[in-house]
């Protein structure tokens, strides 16, 4: 589904197994706060993956990105190691520079405290003169003038900030449809096959979002298996991790105005929505993308970080490469795929969206938000239900459904905690949601909320889905706007304006307990035709690349549902593989699937039927 992004829950999809405290450990006083913190994040977000941007309003360049492979709660890893690579065949760099980026590196003023990371590549001349840009097919400039070959790309092989990875810098250009508008800096990092000798090559790998690190991905595979990655797939690829362009450590730093600013305009809106007022403060907010971002601010769109993927590719020496996503990240393997299935060896994605869903009218996007919405709606019953002995926080004399409902209207408190967004009460409620391991910080958040006015866990859930460091419009929504606008310029900004009374009014309807959350916000796609953004030509539907996908009936952000339209309607040859985990995406935690995606990245071997029940 293309969700709304002003009543998206934002997604990432990594998941790791920890065992449930015990019921009579999550009330009274004395408990660890910032231990729960950590602990629930690792359960809901490992990798600190779904947030571009540090959630601070001050620091330079709009904050730091995590430093570690846990949390940005978490103490940081502050060790640097040099990787040994050698020197790449393909590459112009002599070995591993050994030194952090200097100040004046652009990836540095990105992230001031956060080593760029990079691969090393091995493999074949990855130029095929003959092949032919689909897209270029479709009539889609491709962002040379004919006149003479591009310069090939190159990793610039730097320090590594996590041992064990190798690391560097990816030029690649600003702009694919204007060669003359400059380039920017991805930064890139590699976990080596554990097995070297078996090696097959590079599974670039992308953890949602939009605005996860694949570096922070890349860098839990350090863990070893079972974390984020199965100990065949560990073994045979080298895992290649990016952050896309305008993420974490990677160019052009994404902001839309001073800190705070986006947000105190959509905060001067008063609910229920006056739509002249939405209209303005909407339109208000995306202009200062604008003026802040210039030209680049429309540059940020799936299209073009699927054409960075195989600039990286090119860098990296590498022919063709395995691909692995999740979340978002099946939106990018759909892109990558469509735009150069000559480069996909194989492919396999995970809790996926469907790009094309249908968004054309108000009722189409009500209905595609509501399919969304009632997977949380029927895990916050069985959250609520599950709180059923007196030691529960919310236990409420055997009515924690009752307790969650009278008192709903401390949740305002969490809004004010997180600088006035209307949406951070339901995004501290459902965050925990993603995973049923993190069930009982709800109860401990929302009982410490109620009984002691303290909204501070709570805040960091929201504050961990609203993602950036200004408040107002964040990283996931900026993609989600751009790729909307490219695949659908027709839309009428009526219907984008139109659709918050109704998705109102349909959620008081059918999700009686998320009816008591405020979903909706004054958005600002409406207003991103002020940006001047690319138009997509061709057909998005993965080239008849084979490409697995892997849907759960129990993901609470991306629905079966929206897998099903993936291989059914959008894909030209998708297969679905059903396998079930409570949380959001399957891997690795599905004996029945992990086989199946073994099969495929390993050994090119698809499923026997196009859909396969696990």
């Known amino acids: 589904m293309r969700r709304s992004p002003d009543h998206s829950a934002g997604g990432c999809i990594l998941s790791r197994e920890t065992s449930r405290p015990r019921g009579d450990a999550l009330g009274g006083a004395g408990f660890d706060r910032r ?23 001050g620091g330079e360049a709009g904050g730091t990105a995590s430093t570690t492979p846990v949390s940005t709660i978490g103490e940081p890893v502050t060790t640097a190691s040099t990787s040994a690579l050698g020197e790449p065949a393909t590459t112009t760099s002599a070995a591993v520079s050994g030194t952090a980026p200097a100040a004046s590196d652009p990836v540095q003023r990105v992230t001031t405290t956060v080593t760029s990371v990079a691969g090393a590549g091995s493999g074949d001349d990855p130029d095929d003169e003959d092949a032919v840009d689909p897209v270029e097919e479709a009539g889609v400039v491709d962002g040379t003038d004919g006149s003479s070959a591009a310069p090939e790309p190159t990793v610039r092989w730097i320090e590594c900030e996590f041992e064990g990875l ?45 605005g996860a690190s694949g570096i922070d991905m890349a860098a839990w595979a350090l863990e070893g298996p079972g974390v984020v990655f199965t100990a065949p797939v560990l073994e045979r690829f080298d895992i290649v991790g990016f952050d896309p362009r305008g993420v974490a450590r990677s160019e052009p730093y994404f902001v839309c105005g001073e800190p705070g ?28 993308c604008v003026e802040s971002m210039g030209a680049a601010a429309g540059l940020l769109h799936s299209e073009y970080v699927a054409r960075d993927m195989d600039e990286i590719r090119k860098a990296l020496g590498a022919e063709q490469v395995s691909y692995f996503g999740a979340s978002y990240g099946a939106t990018l393997g759909v892109w990558y795929a469509t735009l150069f299935p000559e480069s996909v060896r194989a492919m396999v994605v995970d809790g996926a969206d469907n790009p094309l869903d249908d968004v054309s009218t108000v009722e189409a996007r009500v209905a595609n938000v509501i399919d969304e919405l009632q997977q949380f709606e029927v895990l916050l019953g069985e959250a ?42 339901a995004l501290a409620i459902i ?4 995973s049923e391991e993190a069930w009982p910080y709800l109860w401990i958040g929302y009982a410490l909320l109620v009984e002691e006015d303290d909204p501070s866990l709570l805040a960091e859930f929201a504050r961990f889905q609203l993602g950036d460091s200004h ?33 109102e009014e349909a959620v008081r309807r059918e999700l009686p307990l998320l009816a008591h959350l405020e979903f909706t916000a004054p958005g600002t796609c409406p207003f991103y035709d002020l940006l001047d953004r690319a138009t997509f030509g061709g057909t998005l539907d993965g080239s008849d690349v084979p490409i697995v996908v892997i849907g759960n009936p129990r993901d609470p952000a991306t629905p079966l549902s929206e897998s099903v339209e993936l291989v059914e309607e959008t894909l030209s040859n998708g297969y679905l593989v059903e396998a079930e985990h409570l949380a959001h995406g399957v891997y690795p935690n599905n004996e029945c699937a992990n086989g199946i995606i073994h099969r495929a990245l390993i050994d090119l071997v698809l499923p026997d039927e196009r859909t396969t029940i696990c």
């Not at 459904?401 to 209307?422: I, M």
């Not at 965050?431 to 993603?434: C, F, K, Q, R, S």
């Not at 659908?488 to 984008?496: A, E, I, K, S, T």
Request: charge should be negative.
């Open 431 to 434: 965050t925990p949601l993603y």
């Open 384 to 425: 609520l239900d599950a709180c059923d002995q007196p030691e529960c926080p919310m236990y409420n004399d055997g009515d924690p459904r009752g307790y969650f409902k009278e008192n709903v209207g401390a949740l305002e408190a969490v809004v004010e905690a997180t600088g006035g967004n209307p949406v951070a009460g």
């Open 471 to 503: 408040g107002g419009t964040t990283f996931t929504e900026h993609v989600n706007c751009l790729d909307s606008w490219v695949l659908n310029p027709q839309l009428d900004r009526d219907v984008r304006l139109s659709d918050e009374t109704a998705m």
């Open 166 to 210: 190798e690391c560097g810098v990816v030029k690649v250009p600003l702009d694919y449809r204007d060669p003359g508008a400059g380039e920017l800096e991805l930064t890139i990092a590699v976990h080596p096959a554990t097995d070297p000798d078996r090696r097959i090559g590079h599974l670039v790998v992308n953890p949602g979002g939009p």
């Open 261 to 288: 600013a986006q947000l105190a305009l959509l905060s001067q809106v008063e609910l229920p929505f006056d739509e002249a007022e939405e209209f303005a403060a909407g339109e208000a907010a995306a202009l200062l």
């Open 35 to 57: 231990r729960i913190l950590i602990t629930v994040l690792l359960l809901v977000l490992p990798a600190a993956a779904c947030s571009s941007q540090d959630d601070s309003a």
